[in-house]
Structure formats: structure tokens, C-alpha cells
């Protein structure tokens, strides 16, 4: 397998995966569904295993080796710019499309057995949810967001403490080499973990599901790829300067896997690797891919909750009005934020229907194709938090231009070794460097 590239191991899980989720289908067999189901969620949990301390770790050793750079605080912000910027961007094509299609129109379903979802989102998620009741609690519960917080309050307190702070830094260092080396055991696994996730996919949801909500499914697929394939190569070309092909072809393996695995935490640690070998420098990275992971959301939370407000609206006969689209494109932009310590893009939608003052019941109805819908979803976050970092660092002339042209050439999932860059590598050579 090692001679196979990845792209093609995954390609090759996938078919499978839908073969034998069409046969478990067709004739009933529990045991294969079950089976599948078993495989596919081990891999996406092994993924989840090792996010919490891969993203401490990470967290904790950048911020004390920005010891000795100045512009910190303006790469932040630019960050943050560039994340609000794409999210509006991705919330205009899903109203625009959802304008577009009409995706509510003519869908004849049961509104009255509909129910809200149990988990709903609120603007007071994100102050409640960044700074944990203690630390251990943040780890056990896999909170993104809260570890981020804690690991961003020790670096800080790290760096300033200096030389005593050093013993403490080096066994982060260590862990964190640790957890990478870990990590690409479970990675190598991806076509096995794609096989079972697609597989049972296919066994549990069928046509007869997608039918009703055909044009809704389409719609949210339209509109993620338009954000994919035309917004993110535009704004590569004309803010950045950048050939989009090279992007792409650097960061596919991540947007592969977000898409296959339906996790962007979990696809964070092939997200980092992927923007790093695109020439980002690693102390940018290790700040921007975490907080992406948590924040940066144009599937989720821009281009889906546009769509899904506005087929909700049409099925339960609300009309929208031009107040009503700028509300969702404000929530789309800021209302990531305040579900980033939650999971699933569910709670964003809970939150938008809640503000437009829609039936939350109507999420409900959305319930049973979400799987389908959040592969595409994912890819898209994946890619735009890979996006953001490469063009910040492109304006801001950090950007490693002959690494982003050779990104193509190199694997993502390759870890880098102690100096810092595995050099160019074969893309058919996924295995880690030794150490």
C-alpha cells in the first residue's frame, strides 16, 4: 500500500465503502451496517484522541517562541479579518442560491411531528464556553475552544516567566513530538476509517431519505463547491497572488479527509501540516489552524444555516425580508464564535432560526440528511481554515513562495523533522521521518 498514493488509498476506501453500503442496503445485512458503523467511528475517534493535547502542546510552544516577534498582535487581527471577510462572502452565495432555488418551495412534509433539536445554540455560548469550570474538565470533554484558551493563558505566562519556565516548555516540546509521531499511525488509517464512515452512510441513509429534500441537498452542495472552486481560488489569485492549483493540490489531503471523516477538530492536525507545507510558517500555524478549527466555519455556519433558514421560512410560510437576510448574514460572520465550544452544525442553525424568530422545530426536519450535508460542510471549513493562514501570510511577505510552489510535490502527511522541514518528498512516501 505504501507504493499507492494516499489520494488514490482513499479513493479506493470510498468506492468500497459505497459498494458495501449499497449491499448491506439492499439485502439487510445489520451485521455489515453494524460493522461499518464500528470501523468508521474508531477512526474518527482516534482522530478526536489525539486532538486535545496536539492542540496544547502546539499552543503552549508557539506562543514562547514568538519570544522574539513583534507583529503578533497584527497577524492576529488580520486573522480574524480574513475569517469575517470569507464568512461573508460564503453567506452571500447561500443566500443568493437559497434566493436562487427556492430550496422550501413545493416540499411537502409533516411539520407537526417535527421537534426542536435538544441542543440549540445562544449568543451567551461563547463567554459561558471559552474559560472551563477547570482545566481537567476541558480535556475530558474535548472543548476545543477551552483548551485553546488554556494553552494560550500558560504560553503567555510561560513567556513571560523566561528561563525558569524552560523545563516546563521543553516537555511540552517533547509531548508534542510525541503526539505527531502518534498521530500519523492513526492517519495511515484514513482509507480503512473512509471505508467504514462512507459504508455506513450509504447503508443507513438511502434515496428514498434524500428525496423529499433533494433540492435542499443539492443546494448546500452547489453552494460549498462554488465557495471551493471559485470564491477561495479568486480570492487566492487577487488578495494573495497565489496560483490556485498549488493551493490545492497542498491542501487537498486535509479538505480529503475533512471530508470523508465529517470533522474539522479532527482533521486539524492534517489541516496544521498541510498550511505549513505550503510555506505558513509553523508559529503562524499553530495559532491560526486551532483557532480555525474552532471558529471558521463557512460550511457550517455561512453558506448551510443560509440555505436551511431560508427552506425552513418557505416550508413553514414565513416570508423573509431584506432586514431578515442581513440577519443571517450577521450571524453567519459573528455567531460562529458563539458556538465554537459546541459541536455540529445543528446548534449554528438553532441559533439563526432563534434570531430570524423561525420554528426551531424546523431544524428537526433537517435532522435525517445532516450526515450527507455535513460532509460537504466540513470539506468546505477545512479548506477555508486552511485558506486564511496562506493568504494572511502571502500579504504579510512570510509566506514561503518555493514551498507553496513545490506543496504539490510533498506530502502533507509527512511530519517534518527536528530541523523543521522534511524537504521535498515523494507524494507515494507517507510515512513518518524517523526520528
Not at 461573508?88 to 413545493?106: E, N, Q, Y
Not at 498549488?246 to 479527509?257: D, K, T, V
Not at 458556538?339 to 422545530?361: D, F, K
Not at 512570510?398 to 515523494?426: I, K, Q
Amino acid at each position: 500500500m505504501r507504493k499507492i498514493p494516499f489520494s488514490v488509498q482513499i479513493l479506493l476506501g470510498l468506492v468500497l465503502g459505497v459498494a458495501l453500503g449499497f449491499l448491506a442496503r439492499a439485502n439487510d445485512l445489520s451485521w455489515l451496517t453494524s460493522t461499518l458503523d464500528t470501523v468508521g467511528g474508531l477512526f474518527v475517534q482516534l482522530l478526536k484522541l489525539a486532538v486535545p493535547p496536539l492542540v496544547f502542546t502546539a499552543i503552549v510552544v508557539s506562543v514562547v517562541s514568538l519570544r522574539g516577534v513583534t507583529n503578533a498582535a497584527r497577524l492576529a487581527l488580520k486573522t480574524l479579518l480574513w475569517f469575517g471577510v470569507t464568512a461573508l462572502i460564503a453567506v452571500g452565495v447561500g443566500i443568493g442560491l437559497g434566493l436562487l432555488t427556492d430550496p422550501g418551495r413545493g416540499v411537502t412534509l409533516d411539520t407537526a411531528g417535527a421537534t426542536a433539536p435538544t441542543r440549540t445554540g445562544s449568543w451567551t455560548d461563547f463567554l459561558t464556553g471559552i474559560v472551563p469550570t477547570n482545566p481537567v474538565g476541558a480535556f475530558v470533554d474535548g472543548n476545543v475552544l477551552q483548551i485553546v484558551f488554556l494553552a494560550l493563558v500558560v504560553g503567555a505566562a510561560a513567556l513571560l516567566v523566561g528561563e525558569a519556565a524552560e523545563p516546563f516548555v521543553a516537555i511540552n516540546r517533547a509531548l508534542l513530538e510525541i503526539v505527531q509521531k502518534a498521530l500519523w499511525w492513526v492517519i495511515r488509517l484514513a482509507p480503512i476509517g473512509t471505508l467504514g464512515l462512507i459504508g455506513n452512510a450509504v447503508a443507513s441513509y438511502g434515496w428514498n431519505l434524500v428525496a423529499p429534500l433533494a433540492k435542499f441537498t443539492t443546494a448546500v452542495y452547489v453552494g460549498c463547491a462554488i465557495v471551493l472552486f471559485v470564491v477561495y481560488p479568486l480570492l487566492l489569485v487577487t488578495a494573495g497572488r497565489l496560483n490556485p492549483l498549488r493551493f490545492f493540490a497542498g491542501a487537498w489531503p486535509a479538505i480529503e479527509l475533512g471530508f470523508v471523516s465529517r470533522s474539522s477538530v479532527g482533521t486539524m492536525p492534517v489541516t496544521q501540516r498541510s498550511v505549513e507545507r505550503l510555506g505558513v510558517p509553523r508559529e503562524y500555524a499553530s495559532f491560526a489552524v486551532p483557532f480555525g478549527a474552532t471558529t471558521k466555519m463557512d460550511g457550517c455556519a455561512a453558506v448551510y444555516p443560509a440555505l436551511a433558514a431560508i427552506f425552513v421560512a418557505q416550508v413553514f410560510g414565513v416570508d423573509l425580508g431584506f432586514t431578515d437576510y442581513l440577519l443571517i448574514a450577521f450571524v453567519s460572520v459573528v455567531g460562529s464564535a458563539a458556538t465554537a465550544g459546541l459541536t455540529g452544525a445543528i446548534v449554528m442553525l438553532t441559533l439563526t432560526l432563534s434570531t430570524l424568530g423561525l420554528p426551531l422545530a424546523g431544524a428537526g426536519l433537517l435532522l435525517a440528511i445532516d450526515p450527507i450535508v455535513d460532509m460537504i460542510r466540513t470539506a468546505t471549513n477545512v479548506a477555508g481554515q486552511a485558506l486564511v493562514p496562506t493568504i494572511v501570510a502571502a500579504r504579510e511577505g512570510t509566506l514561503d513562495r518555493a514551498a507553496y510552489d513545490s506543496a504539490g510535490r510533498r506530502s502533507p502527511l509527512a511530519p517534518a523533522d527536528a530541523e523543521g522541514d522534511a524537504g521535498p518528498r515523494r507524494s507515494e512516501d507517507l510515512s513518518p521521518v524517523p526520528a
